[in-house]
C-alpha cells in the first residue's frame, strides 16, 4: 500500500502508532476528523512519505522531533489542531512556513514569526496544580473596561433622571425612605 486517505470521515480517538509500520506509505490523509492526542512517533518510520495531512483534528502536544527524519516529504499540513511548542526547523521542515501551521495558537518560533514565551503551555491558559486550566485575564484592560461600563450606566441613568420627572420624584423619595430607616438622625431637609 502506497497511499491511505481517510479524510472526512468522522474518526475520533488518537493515531494508532502501529500506522508507522506502513513503511512503503508515500502519501497519508488523516484531514477533516475529529482525532485528538499527539502525532505519533512511528510516523518517523514512513522514510518513503512524500504527503502527510493531519490538518482539521484536534491534535495536541508538540510535533516530534523526530520527523526530520522524513527526506521525501514535500507536503505537509498541520494546520488547525491544537499543537503547541516550536515545530522542527531542519531538514524537510525548513521549507515549511506559517501557511502548513495555520490555526494552532500554543505554536510559536522563527518559523511562525511569533516569539515562545517560554511556557511549555499555551500562552492564554495556565494551570492551576489541579489539572483545570485557567484563562488568563488582562487586569488592566479588566479594570479599564469595567471603570467605562461604570461611568456609561452613571451616565444614562442620570440622563433618564433629568428627563423623567415621574422616576426623578420616585428616585428621590426613595433616597428618602432609606436615609430615614438607615439614618434616623439625618436631618433630610435643612
Request: proline content about 6%; hydrophobic content about 35%.
Given at each position: 500500500?502506497?497511499?491511505?486517505?481517510?479524510?472526512?470521515?468522522?474518526?475520533?480517538?488518537?493515531?494508532?502508532?502501529?500506522?508507522?509500520?506502513?513503511?512503503?506509505?508515500?502519501?497519508?490523509?488523516?484531514?477533516?476528523?475529529?482525532l485528538s492526542g499527539p502525532i505519533p512517533i512511528t510516523f518517523s518510520n514512513l522514510t518513503q512519505i512524500e504527503s502527510l495531512d493531519l490538518s482539521y483534528n484536534k491534535l495536541s502536544g508538540e510535533i516530534p522531533s523526530q520527523l526530520t527524519q522524513l527526506n521525501f516529504?514535500?507536503?505537509?499540513n498541520l494546520s488547525?489542531?491544537?499543537?503547541?511548542?516550536?515545530?522542527?526547523s531542519t531538514g524537510q521542515f525548513q521549507d515549511f512556513d506559517e501557511d502548513n501551521y495555520r490555526g494552532n495558537p500554543g505554536l510559536c518560533g522563527p518559523l511562525l514569526n511569533r516569539k515562545c514565551k517560554g511556557i511549555a503551555s499555551s500562552p492564554s491558559s495556565q494551570s492551576n496544580g489541579t489539572g483545570e486550566k485557567e484563562t488568563k485575564v488582562d487586569m488592566t484592560s479588566f479594570y479599564w473596561s469595567f471603570i467605562a461600563s461604570y461611568i456609561t450606566i452613571l451616565l444614562a441613568f442620570i440622563t433618564v433622571l433629568c428627563f423623567n420627572a415621574r422616576w426623578r420624584k420616585a428616585w428621590f423619595y426613595y433616597i428618602s425612605k432609606v436615609m430615614g430607616t438607615c439614618f434616623p438622625t439625618f436631618p433630610l431637609y435643612w
Open positions: 500500500m502506497t497511499g491511505l486517505d481517510l479524510s472526512c470521515n468522522n474518526l475520533t480517538g488518537i493515531i494508532p502508532s502501529q500506522i508507522g509500520n506502513l513503511q512503503k506509505l508515500i502519501a497519508l490523509n488523516l484531514s477533516h476528523n475529529y516529504l514535500s507536503t505537509f488547525y489542531n491544537n499543537l503547541s511548542g516550536t515545530p522542527p
